[in-house]
């Protein structure tokens, strides 16, 4: 799988919008961006993903620029309970191994 | 989304002894569910591949005949943690791969802290 590169870390005012930046510049054409989230001393949560079209569900919104090379993961309106790691990760959809590799993610602190 | 369970979430056990952790995936039917392995402050490591039916696949440096791996019906992986030791203390975390119905998406269990004294 590609790798991606996300900043150490980040910090959101609550109520503010959160936007988490991710670079995956060797993406395939056949790859996904994937978004988890992982809260202290809990499994990782699924959040969205997304091939190259923008998607939306009742957690976020996932931008992917029009090169596949970068994406931005929006919480519209973050609470304490949005912090946590964030993960953007590529993977084949439906690959016959399809296990995910983790980078070291986001750390995204919302603030009150 | 799919619901995937560990048990137990937080387990002791003392030197010597083996122990088991369960994934299972409660809606969903999955051929294939990983292993993964999270020490404090760090990622995600992948252990190995558990396949229904199958010899589980494992990592480079992960010992399969320490940490046995039973993938016994399309909704049950288990890992063994044999002879365990201290330096074994750590989260484990399974995933499991939904089918087409779950969008092939890859859902994650609660993860089981372990602590060997």
């Known amino acids: 799988d590609a790798k991606t590169t996300q900043p150490p870390s980040m910090d959101c005012a609550e109520g503010r919008a959160a936007n988490l930046p991710c670079n995956h510049s060797?993406?395939?054409?056949?790859?996904?961006v994937y978004w988890y989230r992982q809260i202290h001393s809990q499994g990782p949560q699924y959040i969205i993903h997304?091939?190259?079209n923008n998607e939306t569900n009742e957690m976020a919104s996932l931008i992917i620029t029009e090169d596949r090379k970068s994406s931005t993961l929006i919480l519209p309106h973050a609470t304490l309970r949005d912090t946590a790691v964030y993960y953007c990760i590529v993977r084949v959809y439906g690959g016959s191994q399809g296990n995910l590799i983790f980078g070291k993610g986001t750390k995204l602190s919302v603030k009150p | 989304g799919a619901v995937v369970s560990q048990h137990p979430s937080r387990v002791i056990c003392k030197s010597g002894t083996s122990v088991k952790i369960e994934c299972r995936s409660l809606d969903f039917q999955a051929t294939t569910m990983f292993w993964y392995r999270q020490f404090p402050k760090k990622s995600l490591m992948l252990m190995a591949t558990?396949?229904?039916?199958?010899?589980?696949?494992?990592e480079q440096g992960v010992e399969k005949d320490k940490f046995l791996i039973n993938h016994a019906s399309l909704t049950l992986s288990t890992l063994t943690v044999t002879s365990a030791h201290p330096e074994d203390s750590s989260f484990y975390i399974c995933?499991?791969?939904?089918?087409?119905?779950?969008?092939?998406?890859?859902?994650f269990g609660e993860g089981s802290w372990l602590t060997v004294v």
């Open positions: 997304g091939l190259k």
């Open positions: 995933s499991a791969k939904g089918g087409i119905s779950a969008g092939n998406t890859i859902y």
């Open positions: 060797t993406i395939s054409g056949n790859e996904y």
């Open positions: 558990s396949n229904e039916g199958s010899k589980a696949t494992y």
